[in-house]
T-cell receptor, first 114, second 110 residues
Framework: NAGVTQTPKFQVLKTGQSMTLQCAQD?????MSWYRQDPGMGLRLIHY???????DQGEVPNGYNVSRSTTEDFPLRLLSAAPSQTSVYFC?????????????FGQGTRLTVV | DAKTTQPNSMESNEEEPVHLPCNHS???????IHWYRQLPSQGPEYVIH???SNVNNRMASLAIAEDRKSSTLILHRATLRDAAVYYC???????????FGQGTTLQVKP
């Protein structure tokens, strides 16, 4: 099983450029989410989705957009990259958004904005 | 979202048990206690979760205080591969969001 797949693994952007980080899961999970992790820090929730067509903001949503047109995919768009968005980005999915469901994480996308 | 408090770091010797504490005094009745760990340069991975009763799985055990205001993750025999950051998280039974704290960095000495 592929689990949660993130692409690309590494990316360098110039300030002001836009890009989309891809996240796909093959487990038919309803709940998907995006986190960022800055050096030496814990993960912070950016956006999440409880199902196709439904998204909501997390702790640090500014500068990011998401959409959920299918159950499998949950792309994260950077509208105009800034150096402050240099981070490692993790996508996660779980069967339901309710308490018992364990989350599965991708391997991360390491983004550098210069 | 209810918060958790963990020590910043802990050390253990290989093949000895490790007890990782977590305080969550503001836990609500619908919050599940989840533990994840993050190995270097990897995404977090699920370890264990519980609601009220102690739980065991192949990776670890979770001991939950009777008042649910604290819990302890128990690794029965630490190995070098267990060196990681361990996160204790309260997952709301209503919203389902996982809100990470700083976690505990576990060092395992040979």
């Amino acid at each position: 099983n592929a689990g949660v797949t993130q692409t690309p693994k590494f990316q360098v952007l110039k300030t002001g450029q836009s890009m989309t980080l891809q996240c796909a899961q093959d487990m038919n999970h309803e709940y998907m989410s995006w986190y960022r992790q800055d050096p030496g820090m814990g993960l912070r929730l950016i956006h999440y989705s409880v199902g196709a067509g439904i998204t909501d903001q997390g702790e640090v949503p500014n500068g990011y957009n998401v959409s959920r047109s299918t159950t499998e995919d949950f792309p994260l768009r950077l509208l105009s990259a800034a150096p402050s968005q240099t981070s490692v980005y993790f996508c996660a999915s779980s069967y339901r958004d309710r308490g018992p469901s364990e989350a599965f994480f991708g391997q991360g996308t390491r983004l550098t904005v210069v | 979202d209810a918060k958790t408090t963990q020590p910043n770091s802990m050390e253990s010797n290989e093949e000895e048990p490790v007890h990782l504490p977590c305080n969550h005094s503001t836990i609500s009745g619908t919050d599940y206690i989840h533990w994840y760990r993050q190995l270097p340069s990897q995404g977090p991975e699920y370890v264990i979760h519980g609601l009220t009763s102690n739980v065991n799985n192949r990776m670890a055990s979770l001991a939950i205080a009777e008042d649910r205001k604290s819990s302890t993750l128990i690794l029965h025999r630490a190995t070098l591969r267990d060196a990681a950051v361990y996160y204790c998280i309260l997952k709301s039974g209503n919203t389902g969001k996982l809100i990470f704290g700083q976690g505990t960095t576990l060092q395992v000495k040979p």
